[in-house]
């Protein structure tokens, strides 16, 4: 299996996941009103969000896949390896005459 490929379980968690952070994004209130799903089902959602990343967790590791996918600041500092070009040195090559 390839970096790019992924299984049956975790193309269906994935999609669950959007579907699920959807409907959170779709059914915010405004601070101060009542929120239309009940305290019961917010916290139902917040599990089953639990349950998916921790399985999605565990497919990566079992399948040797970093699971770095988080975004970085750019003042954060760089990890070994990691190389700055600088875009001066981008471009054709200049030829010697």
């Known amino acids: 299996m390839s970096d790019t490929e992924f299984s049956k379980e975790e193309q269906i968690l994935g999609a669950v996941k959007r579907v699920l952070t959807e409907v959170i994004k779709d059914t915010a209130t405004q601070p101060g009103l009542m929120h239309p799903l ?30 770095d996918k988080r975004p970085r600041f750019t003042d954060e500092p760089r990890a070994q390896g990691d190389v700055v070009v600088s875009i001066d040195t981008i471009g054709k090559a200049k030829s010697k005459e």
Do not use: F, H, W, Y
């Not at 917010?42 to 040797?64: F, M, T, Y």
């Open 38 to 67: 009940s305290e019961n089902t917010i916290n139902g959602l917040r599990d089953c969000l639990v349950l998916i990343s921790q399985r999605e967790q565990e497919l990566a590791e079992a399948a040797g896949r970093p699971m």
